[in-house]
């Protein structure tokens, strides 16, 4: 499978809440990943859910995805488009949680995805911290 090469240095090498930032050329397209949360699988790998952010088109276009580490590589599991995804609040939601489907059925599959990979509490941030820290061991 073909490698995201941004998005893997961000999962690799971001803490969840902070935004890893890229814009190829000047005016030109940029990207911000924003890793949201890391858990292990029922393989024990590391899986991290985040949202991607495309800037410099017509108007940004946002994704949620969940990739999980395997030998090394950051691979996508599921992208979803943040249109499809709409907040229960007016304006901006402060945590993804926060999100519901707004299209009922097929979309709710987005959050079944963690929920099925996800097999115990997401790492706390100094947890997170110390295995970004030993390069994911």
């Not at 050329?25 to 940029?30: I, K, P, Q």
């Amino acid at each position: 499978a073909a490698t995201d090469a941004l998005l893997n240095e961000a999962l690799e090498t971001t803490a969840s809440g902070a935004v890893f930032a890229r814009q190829e050329r000047e005016g030109g397209v940029g990207r911000d990943i924003l890793p949201l949360l890391t858990f292990r699988d029922a393989e024990n790998r590391y899986c991290r859910e985040f949202e991607s952010t495309l800037k410099g088109v017509d108007k940004p276009r946002v994704n949620y995805g969940v990739a999980c580490r395997e030998e090394g590589v950051w691979q996508p599991r599921a992208v979803m488009a943040g249109s499809l995804i709409a907040p229960t609040l007016g304006g901006e939601p402060t945590e993804h949680s926060e999100y519901v489907p707004a299209m009922g059925g097929d979309v709710a599959g987005f959050d079944t995805v963690i929920q099925q990979l996800m097999v115990d509490q997401p790492l706390k941030p100094d947890e997170e911290a110390a295995v970004i820290g030993r390069g994911w061991r």
